[in-house]
T-cell receptor
């Protein structure tokens, strides 16, 4: 399909392991966003890319969280030394350009045991 | 202070009735956008409707309309003729144009809507 694609759909990891979550935005979309959604809550902003440049990472909760988009297309959110409070759905969104509507992927549900 | 407030954690509505989901927002940015998203139990976030702060008319998209009352900082979603498939979590969200250098959207806590047959 032509939508935002995220993988894996579900991820279970033991506390202390590193995880990597992938986002494939809609082709040609310049802006890419990562959000974290805790159970029963609304999504909260993590970080924003315009092409390959990470313009805002103010929402990343700690230095264990790292995101990249090296070629301005696919993005990876990496969480090192995972902790139980990292359990959440991680949503990726992309938009064609600044101020255009954001289109969301189905999310990755991360469970830390 | 919360930027987006959704005061109804859950609602039960009979099928075919109209339903209004409340949303109030707080911003001092002169230019902003308001969104409603639907999130079914499967988890995807579906964009429903958008209202710009300078739009003169209330936004409408099919059965969805946004009752925008700028002075009251209110942006309620109205769903006409509700259907069983409307059962989902609904999020009100805002994007401030000048006060954030990116496009990040601020979401409310959501309202879970249950449509009863």
């Amino acid at each position: 399909g032509a939508g935002v694609s995220q993988s894996p759909r579900y991820k279970v990891a033991k506390r202390g392991q590193d995880v990597a979550l992938r986002c494939d935005p809609i082709s040609g979309h310049v802006s890419l966003f990562w959000y974290q959604q805790a159970l029963g809550q609304g999504p909260e902003f993590l970080t924003y890319f315009q092409n390959e440049a990470q313009l805002d990472k103010s929402g990343l909760p700690s230095d264990r969280f790292f995101a990249e988009r090296p070629e301005g297309s696919v993005s990876t959110l990496k969480i090192q030394r995972t902790q139980q409070e990292d359990s959440a759905v991680y949503l990726c969104a992309s938009s064609l350009r600044h101020l255009e509507p954001q289109h969301f992927g189905d999310g990755t549900r991360l469970s830390i045991l | 202070a919360q930027k987006i407030t959704q005061t109804q954690p859950g609602m039960f509505v009979q099928e075919k009735e109209a339903v209004t989901l409340d949303c109030t927002y707080d911003t001092s940015d002169p230019s902003y956008g308001l969104f409603w998203y639907k999130q079914p139990s499967s988890g995807e976030m579906i964009f429903l409707i958008y209202q710009g702060s300078y739009d003169q008319q209330n936004a409408t998209e099919g059965r969805y309309s946004l009752n925008f009352q700028k002075a009251r900082k209110s942006a309620n979603l109205v769903i006409s003729a509700s259907q069983l498939g409307d059962s989902a979590m609904y999020f009100c969200a805002m994007r401030e144009a000048f006060m954030n250098r990116d496009d990040k959207i601020i979401f409310g806590k959501g309202t879970r809507l249950h449509i009863l047959p």
